[in-house]
Each structure stands twice: as C-alpha cells, then as structure tokens.
C-alpha cells in the first residue's frame, strides 16, 4: 500500500472513530442546601454537567457566552436532576431562582477562559444583573483564567 493511501486509511478511520470515543466527560454539581457544590465548575467543550439533589432548585444561565445557548428555564424546577452539555467555549454564570437570596449561583468554564472573556463576563454581568442576582459577580471574579 502506498504512503499515501495508508494515510488516507488512517484519516477516515480516526473521522468515523473519534465520535465514539468516549472523550466527553460528565461533572456533577449537586445542590447542597442553598448553595451549588462545586461552585465553579471547569469542562472542555463537549462535556455534560449534571446537576443533582434538584428537587427544590433551579439552574437558569444568567450570563451566556456571546453566540451561546444557556440552560435551565426561567421560573421552572427541573425536577430531581437534570443537565447540560456545553459545546462552545467561554463562561456560563447561572443561579438558583428560588435562592438567589443567599447568593446561591455558579459558574461553568467551557474550554480555555483567557482574561479577556473573563473580563466581558464581568462586565456583562455588573451592567446586566440587578438586585441579589448581583451576588453572581462574585463567583464570576473567581474564574481562574490561562
Ligand atoms: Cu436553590
């Protein structure tokens, strides 16, 4: 076989096996009380969050990465569980509905977070959020950026 179709044999294979590899992860947030453990949650684009112990709790992004969809429903329980898997890249901040009174939010890091994305995160969010939903701010500063 020739050099050149070896290679070609080798692309197509890795083309139709990559899908099916496994590489997307699953995290888990559980709700604890009022408060989402872990608070900021770092995946790859690709990956699913599943947020657990949801009974009483919701997760609604409040800050969405520029050309992003975000997750959970405004006004809604999801019920026991649910979850999300991110495709693109950037920071998510969500909160608890019902308990955004004692600050209970997260973040979720899709990807490479440099400063710059940081940094429109929390300024989208300091002209954006009013009253208690403020208190996203704080996690959203914690963001640990490359
Ligand atoms: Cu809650």
Same mark, same amino acid.
């Given at each position: 076989?020739?050099?050149?179709?070896?290679?070609?044999?080798?692309?197509?294979?890795?083309?139709?096996?990559?899908?099916?590899?496994?590489?997307?992860?699953?995290?888990?947030?559980?709700?604890?009380?009022?408060?989402?453990?872990?608070?900021?949650?770092?995946?790859?684009?690709?990956?699913?969050?599943?947020?657990?112990?949801?009974?009483?709790?919701?997760?609604?992004?409040?800050?969405?990465?520029?050309?992003?969809?975000?997750?959970? /429903?405004?006004?809604?329980? +999801?019920?026991?569980?649910?979850?999300? $898997? =991110?495709? &693109?890249?950037?920071?998510?901040?969500?909160?608890?509905?019902?308990?955004?009174?004692?600050?209970?939010?997260?973040?979720?890091?899709?990807?490479?977070?440099?400063?710059?994305?940081?940094?429109?995160?929390?300024?989208?969010?300091? /002209?954006?959020?009013?009253? +208690?939903?403020?208190?996203?701010?704080? $996690? =959203?500063? &914690?963001?640990?950026?490359?």
């Amino acid at each position: 076989m020739k050099l050149t179709k070896i290679i070609a044999v080798v692309l197509t294979a890795s083309a139709i096996l990559l899908p099916y590899a496994g590489f997307a992860a699953e995290v888990i947030v559980n709700a604890e009380v009022r408060m989402f453990k872990p608070d900021i949650v770092y995946i790859q684009p690709g990956d699913t969050v599943q947020w657990t112990n949801m009974t009483s709790h919701n997760a609604v992004t409040y800050i969405v990465q520029e050309g992003a969809t975000g997750f959970g /429903e405004k006004g809604q329980l +999801p019920g026991g569980s649910f979850s999300a $898997t =991110l495709e &693109k890249e950037g920071i998510y901040g969500y909160v608890c509905e019902p308990h955004i009174g004692f600050g209970m939010v997260g973040v979720i890091a899709v990807g490479n977070i440099t400063a710059e994305m940081k940094d429109a995160a929390v300024k989208t969010a300091e /002209e954006t959020l009013v009253g +208690p939903f403020r208190r996203l701010i704080g $996690t =959203l500063k &914690k963001v640990e950026v490359k």
